[in-house]
């Protein structure tokens, strides 16, 4: 990196040239990383159940942490003296922390939405906070992550596009507030963030004022919200084209293969989402053969790995019928391993999507995985 560069910037490298879809690098204080890239997330500065070596061993490049949660628990005070989030849980490479906007209108009850902000019940303790765009910011800058997000207003789905006008128009208003309370962009990158609900010219609108403010990357919220897949991709296709070419651009809460396979091939440099180590802890695995649900009777004595394709440490180590004796005795081992194989899965996913952008052949990669992995079940748009 070279000082004619921002902390954080994209360098384009190919586009395929049967999709549009991007190869990249995102270059930041603290590493680089190729794009397309899913981000394993780390909620409370850990990524459930893994170490951040064992992540490393996967070539995680970067990880995504909550700053709502981090708020919360322990407080961000305490990080910044600890040296910094990267220091605190010991991880070298990039930094990503949310807004914590999601998280605090999800309270739903306990939360009440104004122009100041959002007024919220903490979940741990029932102490009463505001999130404001300047608070967010405020705490992301101590938290000291590479890529810090503006406070958004998440338009839920379905929202009227009374509602999702008015939602987007506020984001907006919030980014103007979050832009002049960023105390350290020469360290941090702010990315902007996109709304509009499920609605064609909300999203062109919401694209077009937040790419007004001149930011390192840009992201898409308020998709994967619950709305049918084909929406979500009508909306990448509204929204993507209009967003600058030499900037990342992030699909924010994705992390299902067939998400992420057409996420990129619109034109998505970034993803993050629970998924794999969520449905690990519930003894679910992905495998190149879809879902295996490993709890199952049907895995007892079945020793064979989770995935006779797969080469990650669990699959090269320990059968199904292990790891089935692991989470039905309740040891907390299988749980991790289901977790280590689900992000293995998914890092290794977007491995081949980039060596498939590369040599120009991703709609044929696309229909050999979905092939097998949904059994021709998906429909795609």
Known sequence: MTSDHPPVWYEALHVCRQTGARLGTVHTPHGSFPTPAFMPVGTQATVKGMSP?????????????????????????????????????????????????????????????????????????????VLTPEKSIEVQNDLGADIIMAFDECTPWPAEPEYAQRSLERTTRWLERCIKAHQHPDRQALF??????????????????????????YALGGLSVGEPAHLMYEMLEETLPLLPADKPRYLMGVGTPDYLIEGALRGVDMFDCVLPTRIGRNGTVLTSQGRL????????????PLD???????CR????????HLIKAGEMFGLRLTSWHNLHFLLNLMRQIRQAIASDRLLDFRENFYGKFYLGRVQRQ
């Not at 961000?76 to 914590?100: C, E, K, Q, Y």
């Not at 649900?293 to 064979?304: E, H, L, Q, S, T």
């Not at 006779?308 to 669990?314: K, L």
């Open 293 to 304: 649900i490993v709890r199952d009777a049907g895995c007892a004595r079945d020793f064979r």
């Open 53 to 129: 070596e064992e992540l490393l061993s996967m070539d995680a490049g970067v990880i995504l942490a909550n700053t709502y949660h981090l708020w919360m628990r322990p407080g961000p005070d305490i990080v910044r003296d600890a040296g910094g989030l990267h220091r605190f849980m010991n991880w070298p490479r990039t930094l990503l922390t949310d807004s914590g906007g999601f998280q605090v209108f999800s309270l739903s009850d306990l939360r009440r939405i104004s122009e100041e902000g959002v007024g919220f019940k903490s979940h741990v303790d029932g102490s009463r906070h």
């Open 308 to 314: 006779e394709t797969c080469d990650c440490y669990v």
């Open 317 to 324: 180590n320990y059968s199904r019928a292990y790891i089935r």
């Open 192 to 217: 902007g963030i996109i709304q509009g609900g499920t609605h064609a010219e909300l999203r062109r609108q919401s694209a077009r004022e937040i790419t007004s403010f001149d930011l390192p990357g």
